[in-house]
């Protein structure tokens, strides 16, 4: 990238910075729809399988404990490379094994790369929004819910022919040698590591200390459970408790994705017309009432009208993507304005509670799946989503 003007978003640099959440989502979000392939893999019950998902929590803890001290350290750049040569490596391997005790290992250890990618690029792309002067977050959470829907599209076409092991190992050679072709690309934008100010120590826990804004992290947790509880279990949903095919089963997450983007590509107009309190208070009507209303019509005529059930439940989890999608960015953004500028360790520490949380919940909500059914997990995660009714006051009153 020639003539780099750090005060300046130019579309070279949007493009690639785009690439780098693009293939983020892909990979990142590749098992998703593959999940009864996975629990088949496994032969697992759906309490245990539910359990070894929710795993991958502790190596994200683990690394968002010094994660954005690590990043601070060896800068965004080489913690990028890292992060997607481990996320290539261990998806790869979890897609192999078909036992239990590995699954746990190569999850832990993966999600502690997702952590360190996710750190590395939101800090980043915070900081070059502040740079620039101008919202670009949204956007680019935009790219990596298009991403995601990209994933999940190749899974709804190739999962009735192509095995889950040559289906996401061919996909992660190709994502990780894009991305390591875009991290070069942009390396003019990444910033020099700080000097002896910022002298962070990545491997002693008493470094990591700050304040917990409890209400934001709170807020945060119901704004984010919903995307990963339907990440987990939106495939079997359709699989298991509606009587869909295989390759139909998979457009349930891919519907959820659709609504994601539509919303991420259309925050940054939104925010000029409305305010942030506004949008989470209303993502949380979306996906808390819409998306639970819908599932439970859905599930009360299945046995009657298998068509209209199927297109209830579709519109359900477009609410609930459309209800998620300004969420997250939103929610970072907000951190970054409370960070006194250290963008990693506000992006760290807000993810740090939330995947403490998260990880609780999600092997909570696992044995609720054993013991009762999927959806009443799903009702759970909307009905915590309509909490954000009360939570939105946390965003800003006033239109960017």
């Known amino acids: 990238m020639k003539n780099f003007n750090k005060g300046e978003f130019a579309k070279t640099e949007r493009n690639y910075l785009s690439a780098i959440f693009f293939l983020f989502g892909i990979s990142i979000m590749s098992l998703a729809p593959r999940t009864p392939d996975l629990k088949a893999n496994l032969k697992i019950n759906n309490g245990t399988f539910g359990t070894l998902l929710s795993t991958a929590s502790i190596g994200s803890i683990i690394m968002l404990l010094i994660g954005g001290q690590i990043v601070h350290r060896i800068g965004a750049k080489r913690a990028l490379r890292i992060g997607s040569t481990g996320v290539s490596l261990l998806f790869s391997l979890l897609v192999h094994t078909h036992s239990p005790i590995l699954f746990l290992i190569f999850n832990i250890t993966a999600g502690g790369c997702i952590s360190i990618y996710h750190i590395a690029s939101s800090g980043h792309s915070l900081h070059r929004q502040d740079e620039v002067g101008s919202v670009i977050v949204p956007k680019l959470h935009g790219a990596w819910g298009a991403g995601a829907m990209s994933t999940a599209a190749i899974a709804f076409l190739i999962s009735t022919r192509v095995s ?71 495939t079997l949903f359709g699989k298991e408790e509606l009587g869909m095919g295989a390759s139909v089963a998979t457009l349930c997450y891919l519907v959820y994705l659709i609504g994601l983007i539509i919303g991420r590509y259309s925050i940054g107009w939104a925010l000029t017309h409305q305010s942030e309190r506004f949008w989470i208070k209303t993502g949380g009507v979306l996906g808390g009432v819409g998306f639970t209303s819908m599932l439970i019509s859905s599930k009360a005529i299945v046995e009657n009208n298998k068509s209209i059930a199927f297109s209830l439940a579709f519109f359900g989890f477009l609410l609930a993507g459309l209800g998620s999608s ?20 506000a992006v760290a520490q807000l993810s740090f509670i939330n995947t403490v949380i998260i990880f609780i919940s999600k092997t909570i909500l696992a044995w609720v799946v054993q013991l009762t059914s999927i959806t009443t997990a799903l009702l759970i995660a909307g009905s915590a989503m309509f909490a954000l009714v009360y939570f939105g006051k946390i965003g800003s009153n006033f239109r960017d």
């Open 326 to 345: 300004a969420l997250a960015p939103i929610f970072f953004s907000i951190a970054g304005r409370l960070s006194n500028g250290k963008n990693a360790i």
């Open 164 to 234: 889950i092991a040559w289906h996401i190992t061919t996909l992660m050679i190709i994502v990780w040698l894009l991305t390591q072709f875009s991290i070069t690309k942009l390396s003019p934008t990444f910033p020099p590591k700080p000097d002896g100010d910022d002298d962070y120590q990545p491997t002693s826990i008493k470094q990591f200390k700050f304040k917990v804004n409890w209400f934001l992290s709170i807020g945060f947790f119901c704004a984010s459970i919903m995307e990963f509880t339907i990440a987990d279990w939106a």
